[in-house]
């Protein structure tokens, strides 16, 4: 059954002509490419833009536009082998090997408008459409031969005429498998048929039959008189008394008999265009010949099995070999040439300095005379190209051209041959390092270090340049918690100093970039500086402050403990170092050194036990290490010294 689209509004109308609809807009299809299983026969339709593929596997025929997206398909046809065309377009041929028959289809609809059964033992299997009739080769198990049938679609209008014939070969015997069948429009009435027979060499067969009349007719025929090898295609040569065997092979034929009349570069199978282009298939590739020649026009990448035309010759549809089966692929501009350009340049240069680009042109077809190339630069200075005095390609295909670049950095150099009738364009480029100056940049303040929550300017210094002048000023804090941040962007001034403020909370690198220009290289420089933490510590528990010498003292009673109360920049997972220190004999002596963590206020509270004694003399201070405080995104920063005395 045949498979087709039809939209909801249409459906209801019909069921419901009365019945007012309102239907909402979609949007546009999305194109299906062509898929099949088992392809089997390719024909196409110039005057609808069709190309019919018979899916064995599927028990279908598709439908593709030129663009090789399926339109419409047809199901239900069992042992599809091969697909023919009627001359006026009208009808679809299909060979139907497993049904045993000839199904004719409209071709503009796929509606199938006969079933001719064909009384065979293996068959039908090739079918093409000539003389009034579509033809058919078969196999009659009776005696193993192949042999050729014909349907007459206008027999079956006529009363009592069955309109299958078989038995149609010529010649005394027929062949030791069924043939295979070409037509060509530049010879109506002709029909090409070659078959090999596997066990008996004198029953390979290669013949012109012409089917023009009442019986078929002998045109030229060959039985085994010299080897063919294997016959897996057969072509009649367009405007020419020839056929091409495998797509390799010419015979030109005369008064009955086959010559041999040249050969193209070995392939497998091939299809003529009517302008007689051969579209050879050679491997894993898709080769395109002139008449008679032995070079390609251009060779295509496509993995086929089988291929066919487009009647005016403007591409060729290949079915080729796909993860999901097999996809109708579009071969486009078949007649022109690719040419080969290439373009080489030096790796690098020195700015203002004169370099040569060398390439050449080159192409199976012979290019014009006088053949000259575009050429373009593009740099720093010209970001969208600068076109450059155009060359002229030399006999040999080589072309060079001097060039002094203006600006340094990449530098491409791109040459474009615009094609012309028998080309297609091309483009080659290729790209130099052209030598820039080191501009002088710097920054200062690196190795400064800041006390907490500082406003520090840093200065940026920019030296000559050509045409840029602007800086950028980064600021990178340490820590992960905090990223790389652009703290400004501009020009610098008059002197050449751009500057920018920064709160100096973390230590901190700042960084400056210029970014170069057409004869100044890019150039960054960096600067770190540093922040050290706030640091206070709060003593209580004391009953009085009195100075010692020159020196003010926490007076405790000896038997109380301080307590000591730190208050640090917090940072997450951050301790600070508590210090105590006890004087003697005239100086101050290491007595205990212990970190302790800080709350998340930044805060850390410690009680120092009591001597117990009087006339002890006791300092204390909180310290941040960088590193060994757990982190590393401060200086390491002392707080001042809390000096304590225990009295009676």
Known sequence: M??????????????????????????????VTATFGSPEGIVVDGARQRVFVGDDSNGRIVAADYNGNRVDS??????????????????????????HEIVALDAATLDIKARYPVATSIGPLYVEFAGGKAWFTYEDQSDGDGNLGSVDPAADQASGTDPVTLGQLPGDSGVGSPALLDTDPSAPGLLAVGATDFFDPTKDLMAVVDVSGATPQVTAWHNGDYSLNYVSDIDLVPGAPQVLVDGTDQHGY??????????????????????????QISGTNVAVYRP???KPIRTYAADTS??????????????????????LKVLTDPALSVPTLTLNAPATAPRATKLTVTGKLSATVALPAGTRLAITRTDLDNPSGKALPAVTVKADGTYSFPDTPPAGGTVTYQATYAGDAEHTAAKASDKVTVSRAKPT??????????????????????????????????????????????????????????????DMTRDTEITAVFKGDARYAPRTVKSTAYARVKISTAVSKHYKTAKIGSTSYYWFHKSTDPLLTTTMTYYKGRQQRFD???????????????????GTSGKSAVYLEAPGR??????????????????????TTYGSWKYLYFSN
């Open 614 to 635: 009087s006339g002890i003399k006791a300092r204390m201070r909180s310290v941040y290490v960088n590193g060994s405080s757990g982190d590393n995104v401060n200086t």
């Open 2 to 31: 045949r498979t087709r689209s039809i939209s909801t509004a249409t459906a209801l109308a019909v069921l419901f002509s009365s019945a007012a609809l309102s239907v909402v807009a979609a949007g546009p299809a999305s194109a």
């Open 74 to 99: 047809v199901s239900g046809i069992d042992g599809i082998f091969d697909l023919a065309l009627s001359d006026d377009g009208t009808t679809l041929y299909a060979a139907a090997r497993v049904s």
């Open 254 to 279: 005369a008064d009955g008999k086959f010559t041999a009349a040249g050969a193209y570069p070995a392939g497998q199978r091939a299809d003529i265009a009517p302008n007689g282009l051969v579209a």
């Open 441 to 502: 940049l710097t920054l200062d303040k690196n190795g400064k270090v800041y006390n907490y929550g500082t406003d520090v300017a840093f200065t940026a210094h920019l030296g000559s340049t050509y045409k840029n002048r602007s800086v950028e000023i980064w600021a990178n804090p340490f820590g992960s918690d905090k990223p790389n941040k652009l703290v400004k962007t501009g020009k610098v001034n008059s002197s050449g100093n751009i500057a920018v403020w920064v």
């Open 292 to 294: 008679g020649a032995t």
């Open 306 to 327: 089988d291929l066919a035309w487009a009647p005016d010759a403007s591409r060729i549809f290949a079915l080729v070999s796909s993860p999901s089966g097999y996809t």
């Open 580 to 598: 105590l220190q006890v004087y003697s004999g005239g100086k101050w002596y290491s007595a205990d050194s212990e970190y302790f963590t800080l």
